[in-house]
């Protein structure tokens, strides 16, 4: 029977560490975008990405929205993060996510059509 060396060499340590710290910062990236990082295997990317809108929303335009559409955004945000009511989540929701996204998009275009110019 073969003897195997079972300590690290200096390089597999560094290459581990670094490995270590970028999984850390890209599992911080995922959470400031508003997903937890076992979304990618459970969930469809159309839900994926109606939470992703719904989070923008609620975080940077929550002053351009009515209150029936912030209540829609905050049940379905929430419904997201609870693990249950997230496998039941249909397309259906989501599309009404991504519907007031796209009315909010419509919004801050007129809006962003009305800042003057610089020349």
């Not at 195997?4 to 995922?30: F, H």
């Not at 989501?94 to 519907?99: G, H, M, P, S, Y």
């Amino acid at each position: 029977m073969k003897w195997t060396n079972k300590s690290l060499t200096n390089k597999q340590y560094e290459v581990n560490r670094k490995q270590q710290q970028d999984t850390w910062a890209a599992d911080n990236w995922i959470r400031e975008q508003g997903y937890t990082i076992k979304d990618f295997d459970n969930l469809s990317s159309f839900v994926l990405y109606a939470q992703r809108q719904a989070h923008l929303i609620l975080k940077h335009h929550k002053n351009l929205i009515t209150e029936d559409q912030q209540a829609i955004l905050v049940a379905y945000h929430r419904k997201y993060f609870n693990y249950c009511a997230r496998k039941k989540i249909k397309a259906k929701e989501a599309q009404r996510v991504l519907n007031i996204s796209s009315k909010i998009n419509r919004k801050l275009f007129k809006l962003y059509r009305q800042l003057p110019k610089a020349q």
